[in-house]
């Protein structure tokens, strides 16, 4: 049954991991924004009265944002965006798989092959190198316990699985309009705030938070990092991984009517 | 048995107009107008299991809309269409399934991925059983000779090479039914003889049916015994290929070389065609003037040291045939 789709998630797996050079220019430049970052709150908690998040969680939760930032659905796919443009999505319509579970799985692999390599070198950096050389109180604190590691490794799952329904639907939305460039332009922005990437979401005005940390985009970020520093544990961290899977299942269940409709509207033209 | 039966398909397009000039964008951004192009305007046809069709026409005249709605890519705007007891855009996975499909402008195969990876992600995308596999694919790679290529990403390979792995690559389901749009454009001629004689084998050793489009009439006459010609798009011809050939252009020809220059030859019913130093092609009525009594009038009175009978070319009679139906592109 899930044979296709489980080459086509291995196969492309694989060839995303071969860019060694992009996952090496990627990772110096979260390590350099994250510095920033850490030393930007360094400075703000300097003169704060009365923070969201303790000092050591913010910074960890910097660097885990600087880890795991391929899983803003910040761009569709580059595949979906170039074989939309040469009209090589016709032989798309001629494989005998359904076409959104095709594209999830290349979503998937694309995502997870582009964060294995930074967030394994970022995690060495920043929890490893940097307590190492005196820079502990800059770096990545671990989670108190195993139990919390576990539920972090579910969350980050659910990020993944979440994240991939986003960028087909972003590709649907490729697909629907011949060019990449209007779904791009507005993915960045709103998966950036939205997320907890550019600040986590307990920085926002209070009474906004608890809708923030509804909408589907806090389950790429904001969710498990907050288990990971323990601020969501035992039946609150299950609940909130139940909200990220929740949201993977609507998003899905959207995205597959969405390819069907705009998969059999699409006329491939010329040749 | 008919495979592929198709009955009154239409297709229109609807394109947006833009008027030109930078007033015309402007209104255009306000109010969007629409005009209805028909691709298709009523095309019927059958082909048995086996065959092998040569489906020809000018740019534009149909063609591909044809192919793209048998294959399951595009949804007709009226008519029916079965392909294997099968409705190619209702039961798009399981025809998909059965048919292969090669577009000679685009690749199926991924483009950074070694050949042989490339088919073994289509074994599973197809589920074929992987022993059946190594069987197809061993077959395949000997029969088109990919062997040495087998290794190399697909982005190396030469355009005459990545057909052959398009071919094989359509094949490795084990289709009865290929669909083969301009397999040979932009190939140099050696590869075009190859494709061809891989086409030709395919459909004579292994019985798959093969549809063929293509601009290029030597493959026509090396493949194909029945054309289906289109223009406009309706059928405009529909038979054996030298019934079509008969039809078109009745005349026959000879070519004779001389001893000297080429002479004026005055013989009714002959007329001159083609010149070219010692060489003279004429073009004869056979109801007029049998062939042996033809030569035997040019050997009597002239030196002549060779004649050949030829048939017309087949990309002549075509381009007689398109004009006599103004189908030329529009």
Same mark, same amino acid.
């Given at each position: ?21 992009? @996952? ?31 000092? @050591? %969680? ?70 490893? $190198? ?40 972003l590709n649907v939305v490729v697909a629907a309009s011949l ?12 998966? $950036? ?12 005005? %209070? ?16 969710t498990p990092f907050r288990v990971w520093n323990g601020e ?40 | ?8 398909l239409r297709k229109t397009y609807r394109v947006a107009v ?56 595009? !949804? ?15 039961? !798009? ?28 992600? =289509? ?78 084998? =395919? ?37 054996? =290929? ?10 026959? !020809? ?77």
């Amino acid at each position: 049954m899930l044979r296709p789709y489980l080459a086509v998630l291995s196969a492309r797996f694989q060839l995303v991991l071969q860019y060694r050079a992009a @996952a090496l220019a990627g990772f110096a430049t979260q390590c350099w924004w994250g510095g920033m970052k850490v030393l930007i709150y360094s400075a703000f908690y300097a003169g704060a009265r009365a923070a969201p998040m303790s000092f @050591a %969680h913010t910074v960890s939760y910097t660097w885990l944002g600087q880890a795991f930032l391929m899983f803003l659905p910040w761009y569709a796919d580059p595949e979906v965006a170039d074989m939309v443009r040469t009209g090589a999505v016709a032989y798309e319509r001629l494989r005998p798989v359904d076409a959104w579970g095709w594209w999830y799985a290349r979503a998937l692999a694309w995502t997870a092959a582009r964060i294995a390599p930074r967030a394994g070198l970022m995690f060495v950096t920043a929890a490893v $190198i940097m307590p190492l050389v005196g820079l502990g109180r800059w770096g990545l604190r671990l989670p108190a316990d195993g139990a919390a590691v576990a539920l972090f490794c579910a969350a980050i799952l659910a990020a993944a699985l979440l994240s991939a329904t986003m960028t087909v639907l972003l590709n649907v939305v490729v697909a629907a309009s011949l060019t990449d460039r209007g779904a791009n332009a507005f993915a960045a922005p709103i998966s $950036i705030v939205l997320s907890g990437s550019l600040v986590p979401l307990a920085f926002f005005p %209070h009474a906004f938070v608890p809708f923030l940390r509804l909408q589907p985009f806090a389950g790429l970020i904001d969710t498990p990092f907050r288990v990971w520093n323990g601020e969501l544990a035992g039946l609150n961290a299950v609940g909130a991984i139940g909200l990220q899977l929740a949201w993977t299942l609507v998003l899905g269940i959207l995205g597959r009517c969405a390819v069907e409709s705009v998969m059999s509207r699409v006329q491939v033209q010329g040749g | 048995m008919a495979q592929v039966v198709v009955e009154g398909l239409r297709k229109t397009y609807r394109v947006a107009v833009r008027e030109p000039g930078a007033w015309g964008a402007i209104r255009g951004l306000a109010r969007r107008r629409w005009r209805e192009i028909e691709a298709l305007a009523g095309v019927s046809f059958a082909i048995g299991t086996g065959e092998l069709v040569g489906f020809i026409g000018p740019n534009g005249a149909g063609k591909s809309t044809t192919i793209k709605i048998l294959s399951g890519i595009l !949804r007709p705007s009226g008519g029916a269409c079965e392909v294997d007891g099968l409705v190619p855009w209702r039961d !798009r996975i399981r025809h998909v399934a059965r048919i292969g499909v090669v577009f000679g402008q685009r690749t199926q195969l991924w483009w950074d991925l070694p050949v042989i990876d490339g088919f073994d992600l =289509l074994r599973d995308i197809y589920r074929v059983d992987p022993a059946r596999y190594r069987r197809t694919r061993d077959e395949l790679v000997g029969l088109m000779r990919l062997g040495p290529l087998l290794d190399q990403p697909v982005r190396q390979l030469s355009l005459g090479q990545r057909m052959r792995c398009e071919i094989a690559a359509a094949m490795l389901h084990e289709p009865r039914l290929l669909f083969l749009d301009e397999p040979t454009i932009g190939l140099d001629a050696p590869a075009k003889l190859a494709v061809r004689e891989l086409v030709g084998t =395919l459909n004579r050793e292994r019985g798959v049916t093969v549809v063929l489009t293509t601009h290029d009439m030597q493959d026509i006459e090396a493949l194909a015994r029945r054309v289906i010609v289109i223009g406009k798009g309706v059928i405009l011809a529909d038979e054996p =290929l030298d019934a079509f050939r008969a039809g078109v252009l009745a005349e026959r !020809r000879v070519v004779a070389d001389f001893a000297g220059e080429a002479p004026r030859i005055a013989i009714p019913g002959v007329e001159e065609r083609a010149r070219e130093g010692r060489s003279l092609e004429l073009a004869f009525d056979p109801a007029r003037i049998a062939a042996p009594a033809l030569i035997a009038a040019i050997a009597a009175d002239y030196p002549l040291e060779d004649i050949r009978v030829v048939q017309p070319q087949i990309e002549e009679v075509i381009a007689r045939f398109y004009d006599l139906h103004g189908a030329g592109e529009a």
